[in-house]
């Protein structure tokens, strides 16, 4: 038996031969062209081809993962179109005189190192976009279909890597697993893997070779362990958690329904993170008592150009009106970062992550937040909205929005348009709003405390980098130190105080977020009934007696 390492990706146990895919090198020759003219006529008939099939498989991400995470074939579908990229290739087949395929491979080794040198984090990630939109232009111009992973039995994948699109191509029922040895917790593809709930690993050290490939394998989501030939007790073990854990899964379905109070009475209100209103079916499906998050920069990110107050004011309708009743918390455009948005025409920065980001781009661009809120008070005739602010870090900022809340209500009357009064709260994820969060719980109606951002602005690491994971430590005490202030300072003010990052569902805290007092978890859909689950099994008093 032999064991690799790797970092999890989404839990659980699979059980099943390993098959080693390895992408197609595709060898491109270059070679003389005597019609550079024929040449890009192929060129612009492949680029037909290949939007084609990334419209397929945004259609079958859309239905598997959500309208969110289809997002990046968008973004590939738009990155074909790119001016730079499309100059480059016409360019070296004009000037050289040479044949297409080696044009575009060319241009997609030349963009990939210039991306990959680049500080930004999100420009990073954009060359292993442009080097997939190569490959599948080659594919098509040598007449072969695109790598996938296909498999006519179901097996543990192991690969270099894997793009999002051969992701998405996983058949899940033939797929029980995938092992990479290169990859971030954080890419597009460890996302996807999360919401397909496919047990899965990255940066495991394993060898893609005939060792691996055809052999028995355990794949430990848990641990973030592969096995290859397993000894007989290893198996035997597996195999039992693998039974324990489909009948939890089984066992969680009757949660359905169920108040989320502990067994001394104290009530959490678990709601749903989502980006988009087609994640709504995923909400209803797993009983959440409302959104507590609904990421609307994804209205920004999905489109060429701004979206209009109208088309802002039917998509937030929608959402009120499907949860009928229960609250639905919109935070406001959240775009900077990793999270960048072409037609805003954003400058270069050196430090993204501490630069021109969500709420201070919408207290400098009022025209754009105005039409947002608009949007928002409108809609909040229909049903439960309250809104959140992202990135707050003084009172300033709060009696801003309040002036510009103030002068859209005044719009909005002169028009004789009906509005709702939503409750209006703030993201708590930096330790300046943190460390004042008692001067700020006068001025709004709740927080929610983004953990994400709150642990890379405490631990100054940046949550992008692949090369800081080791750093990065959610569990610091100075974050739930931070969190516990938070709340404290919510309760005496006679507001309530949730969490909406990623530590919310994490299990491991779910009881100390009880004992903290946390009124709202708010996570992925699929971590609403595990969480009800340690709710209902809960003392909070003897959890505390206990420390």
């Given at each position: ?20 895919y ?57 990155m ?12 070296i ?10 044009a ?14 680049m ?32 498999t ?10 894997l ?20 990859g971030?917790?954080n ?59 489909a ?57 060429e150009?701004?979206?209009?107050e109208?088309e ?30 072409g ?16 709420i ?44 510009i809340v103030?002068?859209?209500k ?10 709702g ?10 330790p ?31 949550r ?13 005490p ?18 309530w105080?949730?969490?909406c990052?990623?530590?919310g ?20 859909p ?11 099994e ?7 007696a206990?420390?």
């Amino acid at each position: 038996m032999r064991t690799y390492d790797g970092k999890s990706v989404f839990s659980g146990i699979a059980i099943g031969k390993i098959r080693v895919y390895k992408k197609d090198v595709q060898q491109v020759k270059r070679t003389k062209a005597g019609d550079p003219e024929s040449e890009l006529a192929r060129f612009a008939s492949a680029k037909e081809e290949a939007a084609r099939q990334l419209k397929s498989l945004y259609d079958k991400a859309l239905k598997e993962v959500g309208e969110a995470n289809a997002a990046i074939f968008e973004v590939h579908q738009m990155m074909l179109e790119d001016l730079d990229y499309n100059e480059s290739v016409e360019n070296i087949v004009r000037g050289q005189e040479v044949n297409v395929e080696y044009a575009v491979a060319a241009t997609g080794d030349n963009f990939s190192r210039m991306f990959s040198a680049m500080d930004d984090d999100y420009m990073r990630e954009r060359a292993a976009d442009v080097k997939d939109i190569s490959e599948r232009l080659l594919a098509i111009l040598n007449g072969r279909k695109a790598s996938t992973a296909e498999t006519e039995e179901p097996v543990i994948i192991a690969a270099d890597d894997l793009a999002p699109s051969e992701t998405v191509q996983l058949d899940k029922d033939m797929v029980l697993s995938f092992v990479t040895v290169h990859g971030s917790a954080n890419s597009h593809t460890a996302i996807l893997a999360r919401m397909m709930e496919i047990p899965a690993l990255v940066g495991a050290g394993l060898p893609l070779d005939d060792s691996v490939d055809g052999k028995l394998g355990i794949v430990d989501g848990a641990s973030g362990k592969i096995y290859v030939e397993p000894d007989e007790d290893t198996l035997n073990k597996m195999r039992e958690r693998q039974r324990e854990e489909a009948e939890k899964k089984e066992l969680l379905q009757r949660l359905k329904g169920r108040e989320n109070v502990t067994l001394d009475g104290q009530k959490v209100m678990l709601y749903a993170n989502i980006g988009n209103i087609k994640d709504l079916a995923m909400v209803m499906q797993n009983d959440a008592e409302g959104i507590g998050l609904f990421r609307s920069e994804f209205l920004y990110l999905e489109k060429e150009d701004y979206p209009t107050e109208e088309e802002q004011f039917q998509i937030y309708k929608q959402a009120a009106e499907t949860m009928a009743g229960k609250r639905v918390i919109i935070r406001t455009l959240d775009i900077g970062a990793d999270k960048q948005c072409g037609y805003f025409n954003m400058e270069h920065e050196e430090n993204p992550a501490l630069g021109y980001r969500a709420i201070r781009i919408c207290l400098t661009r009022p025209e754009v937040f105005k039409a947002q809120l608009r949007a928002l008070f409108r809609a909040s005739v229909f049903g439960n909205i309250a809104i959140m602010y992202p990135m707050i870090t003084s009172i300033e900022e709060i009696k801003r929005i309040k002036e510009i809340v103030g002068e859209v209500k005044a719009e909005l009357d002169a028009h004789k348009m009906p509005y709702g009064e939503p409750e209006q709260g703030i993201m708590i994820e930096t330790p300046a709003a943190a460390l004042i969060s008692d001067i700020l719980a006068r001025e709004v109606d709740f927080f929610s405390i983004g953990t994400n951002d709150l642990t890379q602005y405490t631990l100054a690491v940046d949550r992008q980098n692949p090369r800081l994971d080791e750093f990065y430590d959610a569990h610091h005490p100075a974050v739930l130190r931070m969190i516990s202030m938070v709340v404290e300072n919510a309760h005496r003010a006679g507001i309530w105080a949730g969490i909406c990052g990623e530590l919310g569902a994490d299990q491991t805290l779910t009881r100390e977020f009880l004992a903290m007092g946390v009124d709202e978890l708010s996570v992925s859909p699929g971590s609403i009934l595990p969480i009800r689950k340690i709710v209902l099994e809960t003392n909070v008093g003897e959890y505390k007696a206990g420390k």
